[in-house]
T-cell receptor, first 116, second 112 residues
Framework: GAVVSQHPSRVICKSGTSVKIECRSL??????MFWYRQFPKQSLMLMAT?????????EQGVEKDKFLINHASLTLSTLTVTSAHPEDSSFYIC????????????FGPGTRLTVL | KQEVTQIPAALSVPEGENLVLNCSFT??????LQWFRQDPGKGLTSLLL?????REQTSGRLNASLDKSSGRSTLYIAASQPGDSATYLC???????????FGKGTRLSVIA
């Protein structure tokens, strides 16, 4: 099956620093990738949709200047949390849609961000 | 806007019992629906995907149904095992170009 990786799996940072999370589709091309965040015991909330080579589309209430998304290639999208604060601590999960099989979204293993 | 609701939020059953998890969605014009499993602190494992033209899908002890007219899907787990303990998430896709919309999940505990 299609594999999506995320790096790092876990990161702890100080308040005010920026953190970059990578999402890669390992064995397929993904023209579209999605970024979700999940608070403890809550569901996944869509943050943004990124299409390769164009600007990401952010969901209402998500600050695009705080959560920078880059989708520069068909296998890589990055999410940068800028000037992180403790309230940004969450589980971030990326998802990729196979260009050849748009019916299925494949999910990465998630990144646990803790901001001190 | 598509909204997905899962009931119950938590469920505890003895080992061996058959059980049903419920999912409802507000917009019957759903493109497809997917059930996932999530273990604590982990990512998502896809269990079953049902296209809008299908009524059910089966994989091993799992059976998922889809009733678009009533806006409901169920996940049936037969002969539950302690290893089935996890959170089960239901997610619907409103159309082919849109991402999955998730319910809040049902936290299942199967007691040995």
């Amino acid at each position: 099956g299609a594999v999506v990786s995320q790096h790092p799996s876990r990161v702890i940072c100080k308040s005010g620093t920026s953190v970059k999370i990578e999402c890669r589709s390992l064995d397929f091309q993904a023209t579209t990738m999605f970024w979700y965040r999940q608070f403890p015991k809550q569901s996944l909330m869509l943050m943004a949709t990124s299409n390769e080579g164009s600007k990401a589309t952010y969901e209402q209430g998500v600050e695009k200047d705080k959560f920078l998304i880059n989708h520069a290639s068909l296998t890589l999208s990055t999410l940068t949390v800028t000037s992180a604060h403790p309230e940004d601590s969450s589980f971030y999960i990326c998802s990729a849609r196979n260009s050849q099989d748009a019916d299925t979204q494949y999910f990465g293993p998630g990144t646990r961000l803790t901001v001190l | 806007k598509q909204e997905v609701t899962q009931i119950p939020a938590a469920l505890s059953v003895p080992e061996g019992e058959n059980l049903v998890l419920n999912c409802s969605f507000t917009d019957s014009a759903i493109y497809n629906l997917q059930w996932f499993r999530q273990d604590p602190g982990k990512g998502l494992t896809s269990l079953l995907l049902i296209q809008s033209s299908q009524r059910e899908q089966t994989s091993g002890r799992l059976n998922a149904s889809l009733d678009k007219s009533s806006g409901r899907s169920t996940l049936y787990i037969a002969a539950s095992q302690p290893g089935d303990s996890a959170t089960y998430l239901c997610a619907g896709r409103p159309s082919g170009n849109t991402p999955l919309v998730f319910g809040k999940g049902t936290r299942l505990s199967v007691i040995a």
